[in-house]
T-cell receptor, first 113, second 113 residues
């Protein structure tokens, strides 16, 4: 079975500072991993996905994530935070094929001017 | 507009009642997923359909049921509603399976009073 943990339910960064949102996964098979973003009163939007190709994955809005098998991690980063990045971020995992996607509890990102 | 359409956007109903939530997937997507999002439970997977057939079940109550029709739209039926059923219900779709990543609708906010 797959599961996801996200360290820190709330993260605050200053505008222009590095954004680091942590995600660790558990999977009995090589996983497919995702980051989604949810803005207030909206649905989730796919930021990026890892599907066993390059371990460093680039997504939309300047975000990227690195798959580290030895650490079972898939942390999300952005070099310079922007006010518009304030949102809820969800890490997710699936074992591919017909399996469902399991979402982590989410991390709320605040950006301080 | 993500291409996934959910109706209605808001629904207020009384305990004991029955409601139907509707989802039209993005054009060309064969898989439909239903999730429930609440403050205390986070994003919980309910059920998945692929091309009209049920493929996976999650934490879906017996009072809840769903189906996917030949035109690929899906309906989630919630009956004998309780206060605790108040939540955001999201529909998502993908071309085939979970590994493709999901496109989410904007959700239906259900309030049970």
């Amino acid at each position: 079975a797959q599961s996801v943990t996200q360290l820190g339910s709330h993260v605050s960064v200053s505008e222009g500072a590095l954004v680091l949102l942590r995600c660790n996964y558990s999977s009995s098979v090589p996983p497919y991993l995702f980051w989604y973003v949810q803005y207030p009163n909206q649905g989730l939007q796919l930021l990026l996905k890892y599907t066993s190709a390059a371990t460093l994955v680039k997504g939309i809005n300047g975000f990227e994530a690195e798959f580290k098998k030895s650490e079972t991690s898939f942390h999300l980063t952005k070099p310079s935070a922007h006010m518009s990045d304030a949102a809820e971020y969800f890490c997710a995992v699936t074992a591919a094929s017909y399996d469902k996607v399991i979402f982590g509890p989410g991390t709320s990102l605040s950006v301080i001017p | 507009d993500s291409g996934v359409t959910q109706t209605p956007k808001h629904l207020i109903t009384a305990t004991g009642q029955r409601v139907t939530l509707r989802c039209s997937p993005r054009s060309g997507d064969l898989s439909v997923y239903w999730y429930q999002q609440s403050l205390d439970q986070g994003l919980q997977f309910l059920i998945q359909y692929y091309n009209g057939e049920e493929r996976a079940k999650g934490n879906i109550l017996e009072r809840f049921s769903a189906q996917q029709f030949p035109d690929l739209h899906s309906e989630l039926n919630l009956s004998s509603l309780e206060l605790g059923d108040s939540a955001l219900y999201f529909c998502a779709s993908s071309p085939r399976q979970g590994a493709d990543g999901y496109t989410f609708g904007s959700g239906t906010r259900l309030t049970v009073v």
